[in-house]
């Protein structure tokens, strides 16, 4: 029976924030106004709803944005965070990256850390590469998304059990959908978040000892 272990993006398997890294192309005023508003709805002050299509209206990401977002991402993995996902897989384990981010940008690291499944949300763009839009139906623009995205893999994959690790509200949100919430804060540490967590961690190679109750 499969076991889903299932990994924030943003400040969890990468150092950064992706829908900053798109506002920092815009010159520091847009990127200062959208971290800001990003790390209000991460620490959940403002609904996430509110201000992904704010955020999205401001930069208006082309595809070559989103692409340079990719590269980021790689450039600023979780250090350990390769390693500690192929020891996973080697223990049974089905990685599964659950993001508010954007597929395009996520998709280079997933593939480098050697996670097949991304639940993100899809950026469209016109033929010449402009930007066109969003999937704004997607459950991971709105608050509780990340708990209705396990709901379905639990209907879909049957698993045995389902891990979340995160380090944002949105992600502990999916806490009552797991059988363990794993709070991470290398990068950033929300004490309202580690407080609720299962387990709380700094290196994503430390997370086999908190495993090791569902692998009897």
Do not use: N
């Amino acid at each position: 029976m499969a076991k889903l272990i299932c990994f924030d993006c943003d400040s969890t398997l990468s150092a950064v924030e992706g829908i900053d890294e798109l506002a920092r192309v815009r010159g520091p005023e847009v990127f200062a106004q959208v971290e800001a508003m990003t790390a209000a709805a991460m620490a959940g002050t403002v609904a996430i709803e509110t201000v992904f299509p704010e955020r999205l209206d401001i930069i208006r990401p082309c595809r070559a944005d989103a692409d340079a977002v990719g590269r980021r991402y790689l450039e600023t993995v979780e250090p350990t965070a390769r390693a500690a996902i192929a020891a996973l897989r080697e223990r049974r384990w089905t990685p599964v990256i659950i993001s508010g981010g954007f597929r395009q940008s996520i998709q280079p690291l997933a593939g480098y850390l050697g996670i097949e499944r991304v639940e993100a949300v899809d950026l469209f763009f016109a033929a010449d590469g402009s930007y066109r839009g969003y999937d704004s139906a997607y459950p991971t623009t709105r608050s509780g998304g990340k708990a209705e995205i396990i709901r379905r893999l639990r209907d879909e994959l049957r698993p045995g059990c389902v891990v979340m690790v995160g380090d944002a509200v949105s992600d502990l949100e999916a806490a009552p959908t797991v059988d363990l919430f794993v709070a991470f804060g290398r990068y950033v540490v929300r004490e309202a978040v580690r407080r609720a967590a299962g387990a709380y961690l700094t290196s994503l190679d430390a997370l086999g000892p908190h495993l090791a109750k569902f692998e009897g």
